[in-house]
T-cell receptor, first 114, second 115 residues
Framework: AQKITQTQPGMFVQEKEAVTLDCTYDTSDQSYGLFWYKQPSSGEMIFLIYQGSYDEQNATEGRYSLNFQKARKSANLVISASQLGDSAMYFCAMRRSGTYKYIFGTGTRLKVLA | EAGVVQSPRYKIIEKKQPVAFWCNPISGHNTLYWYRQNLGQGPELLIRYENEEAVDDSQLPKDRFSAERLKGVDSTLKIQPAELGDSAVYLC?????????????FGPGTRLTVL
């Protein structure tokens, strides 16, 4: 069965510093996608970054990068130069290729300190 | 480009009352999803539509939940009668025709409180 584990319920980071949010996954599939979403207090889930299981390079989107270690089954999100607006819940998700169903983790609440 | 629109944003009802949520997806997105997000958890899929057709409703509690997507655009999710355990955030999402990436774009959700 597929499973996403986010072991950090909450984290603090100082403004302008980098922070890593952990995500490990469990799957027996060879082809899958990994996603990170941000959920601010307003409730909307905002797509941040995607990594395909066959992608050889780590994905990057602006200040977001995904540290993908396939052998360890980890897909950590790195946020560089944290901003106050980065304070939110962050969810890691996985989707088996050819299916539509996301499996979400329980999320990490990030608080950026001024 | 407008995002996924949902209404209402908040709803408080007493148990056994009916409630309905509305969703308007991103223009051109054929696939529409309804999720339920319980407190402290990630979203869980309730139902997925491809145009007008519900192609995956295996997680929808059909005894009290129903959904429709007339004309393949807007969608409504209904609960009748509501129970205390239905208190949650109901999220709607949409995506373009199938692709490897298949990123889903979410609306702001409806926060339901059942008293």
């Amino acid at each position: 069965a597929q499973k996403i584990t986010q072991t950090q319920p909450g984290m603090f980071v100082q403004e302008k510093e980098a922070v890593t949010l952990d995500c490990t996954y469990d799957t027996s599939d060879q082809s899958y996608g990994l996603f990170w979403y941000k959920q601010p207090s307003s409730g909307e889930m905002i797509f941040l970054i995607y990594q395909g299981s066959y992608d050889e390079q780590n994905a990057t989107e602006g200040r977001y990068s995904l540290n993908f270690q396939k052998a360890r089954k980890s897909a950590n999100l790195v946020i560089s130069a944290s901003q106050l607006g980065d304070s939110a819940m962050y969810f890691c998700a996985m989707r088996r290729s050819g299916t539509y169903k996301y499996i979400f983790g329980t999320g990490t609440r990030l608080k950026v300190l001024a | 480009e407008a995002g996924v629109v949902q209404s209402p944003r908040y709803k408080i009802i007493e148990k056994k009352q009916p409630v309905a949520f509305w969703c308007n997806p991103i223009s051109g997105h054929n696939t529409l999803y309804w999720y339920r997000q319980n407190l402290g958890q990630g979203p869980e899929l309730l139902i997925r539509y491809e145009n007008e057709e519900a192609v995956d409703d295996s997680q929808l509690p059909k005894d009290r939940f129903s959904a429709e997507r007339l004309k393949g655009v807007d969608s409504t999710l209904k609960i009748q009668p509501a129970e205390l355990g239905d208190s949650a955030v109901y999220l709607c999402a949409s995506s373009e025709p199938p692709s490897i990436r298949d990123t889903q774009y979410f609306g702001p959700g409806t926060r339901l409180t059942v008293l």
